[in-house]
């Protein structure tokens, strides 16, 4: 990794105490990373397996840079699966080409072959992350970003004394593409995970994890930020810390109002950074993360544990575990999501659009088609109004910059087709899905306000969303279908939380404003891996602007091929 640079004119003696107080500022540095994708054995739950890591770690590598620096990662693929790497939650404007996602901005990187993404952290600082993106190979794929504020800016909240990255994520006995692949041949969903991990541990509730225990020393009196990080494939989970509370300050790089609680939720994809102040009687204290699922659908319910360790207090002496919310407590859910709020002050600002230029409303649904090869003649599917996305071969950003035909369609629809009462009794059929490669074209610096719908198609059910290349602004939220009459009445456009994956929440709606200023092709999808797969999946098409400085930069010479 390269050293951060700073550059102060160097001086003659005659003119030092003429020209001493002219230093220019810090330069941005320019970090460099390697990353080799490779297969390393790793012991889990008294199971020893080979699995899909980089630099033969799980979890992977930390990146670390100030807002204002340039990153460049090396990926070096020595797997036997066409990789890209995703950095969730950067920018990237202008330049798709380093976003990541298979077949939407790049041909992923194949056997044997190297690629590097090079791209500006400009307007961004927290914790974010990276992780593969295509397949399930983010099952061990993934790692954490943390950009430092500029040098000499200090954090809006106190100052901690330290602080720690903790990624959640699930583990699988099985291969984990073995395990996709199996459930895709029988039409139904795939086992789900053996275990949750705390930084890839599980902890001491489970079987063999003497070795396999997170722990952090702590001090008493003492303040830390944990920059927590939910990596995996298919849960929204709860964590919390034996008798101590957390303090909000930071979800997916974006400042917060400040508030506590005893317990937080986290779906697959997000970030939230919290303090906590080790003021309790010295000992050991379980921090434990658990599944979040408030519908009729089944879960790994198993809790991964780490340890919040005093200092010089012995190992003999057992953690306490802390009161999780129940598993379907929904009224938490929707209370502590209601308590982001943007910090919108006049360093960190919350732009929200005010007008709204194009009105969009998708329809998430799941569904059956029919498969005679499969256990039960039919086949789990999903979709966005009624169309189910299908993966193109040529990647939709080279299709677009390079006009290649035939690759997908710019008619992605506003609206469903077919209006029903989207929350109401289930129904067991579909509405006409569609198959296609269909995205939603926008005009560049257009304002967008797009609201997510969930549906009782088979069930009702929590999906946390994400957009690739921006922010967006939670401006609502509610349960029950979505009325554009009376519902806008009640949005948030002071300080609505900004982010970057959001929450649908079960049998409800979610309401989201961004400016499209920032043109290429964006995936926008659900992040639970077993969604994704079945289509719930589509993508924004945001035109160039007016200007070269509006337009998408041109693609890297080593962009891998198809």
Excluded at 53 to 59: A, D, K, L, Q, S
Excluded at 69 to 95: C, E, P
Excluded at 368 to 380: A, D, H, Q, S, V
Aim: proline share 9%.
């Amino acid at each position: 990794m390269a050293k951060q640079t700073s550059f102060c004119p160097v001086l003659g003696f005659l003119v030092i105490g003429f020209l001493c107080f002219i230093c220019l500022p810090a330069e941005a540095a320019l970090k460099k990373y390697q990353f080799d994708v490779q297969v390393a054995n790793v012991s889990r739950l008294c199971h020893a397996k080979p699995i899909v890591t980089v630099n033969g770690r799980f979890p992977g590598p930390t990146i670390y840079a100030r807002e204002g620096d340039r990153v460049q990662i090396n990926v070096t693929n020595f797997a036997q699966y066409n990789l890209s790497i995703h950095w969730h939650g950067l920018k990237q404007y202008r330049n798709g080409w380093a976003d990541g996602p298979a077949y939407i901005t790049q041909c992923p990187i194949q056997t044997g072959n190297s690629y590097v993404y090079d791209f500006n952290i400009t307007g961004q600082r927290g914790t974010l992350w990276w992780h593969a993106h295509i397949l399930w190979l983010r099952a061990t794929v993934y790692g954490p970003i943390v950009i430092l504020p500029q040098q000499g800016t200090p954090f809006p909240f106190p100052q901690p004394d330290r602080e720690e990255v903790l990624v959640l994520g699930e583990w699988w006995n099985a291969d984990v593409e073995e395990v996709e692949k199996q459930g895709n041949a029988l039409g139904i969903p795939p086992n789900m995970s053996d275990a949750h991990t705390i930084n890839g541990k599980p902890g001491p509730l489970f079987p063999c994890s003497e070795k396999h225990t997170f722990a952090m020393e702590v001090e008493k009196g003492k303040t830390y930020l944990l920059r927590i990080i939910n990596a995996a494939l298919n849960d929204e989970l709860f964590f919390a810390l034996a008798n101590h509370t957390f303090t909000v300050v930071e979800i997916d790089a974006v400042y917060t109002k400040p508030f506590t609680t005893e317990a937080i939720l986290i779906a697959p994809g997000q970030t939230t950074n919290v303090l906590v102040r080790a003021n309790q009687i010295p000992g050991r204290y379980f921090m434990a993360a658990r599944a979040f699922m408030d519908a009729p659908i089944s879960v790994d319910n198993k809790t991964a544990t780490a340890i919040f360790q005093y200092k010089g207090i012995p190992q003999t002496v057992l953690p306490k575990l802390p009161t999780l919310p129940e598993q379907n407590d929904t009224n938490f859910a929707l209370t502590y999501n209601s308590k982001l709020k943007s910090l919108n002050t006049p360093k960190y600002p919350a732009n929200v659009p005010l007008n709204v230029d194009r009105h969009l409303l998708f329809t998430i649904g799941l569904g059956i088609n029919p498969c005679p090869t499969c256990l039960n003649g039919t086949r789990l599917t999903a979709s966005l109004n009624n169309i189910t996305f299908s993966m193109p071969q040529t990647a939709l950003l080279q299709a677009h910059y390079f006009n290649i035909k035939g690759v997908y369609t710019p008619d992605f629809p506003d609206k469903p087709p077919t209006p029903f009462n989207f929350t109401g009794a289930p129904l067991t059929a579909n509405l006409k899905t569609n198959l296609g490669t269909r995205l939603n074209k926008i005009a560049f610096n257009s304002t967008v306000e797009l609201v997510i719908q969930d549906t009782n198609l088979l069930s009702v059910e929590s999906h946390p969303f994400h957009l690739h290349g921006y922010n967006f602004f939670v401006v609502g939220t509610g349960v029950g279908n979505f009325d554009p009459k009376k519902d806008p009445a009640k949005y948030n456009l002071i300080d609505p939380i900004e982010r970057n994956t959001v929450g649908v929440p079960t049998g409800g709606w979610t309401a989201i404003r961004f400016r499209a200023d920032n043109p290429g092709v964006w995936f926008f999808h659900c992040h639970l891996e077993l969604h994704t797969g079945w289509g719930l999946k589509t993508a924004f098409l945001v035109e160039d602007g007016p200007g070269s400085d509006h337009n998408i930069l041109p693609p890297p010479k080593d962009l891998p091929r198809c």
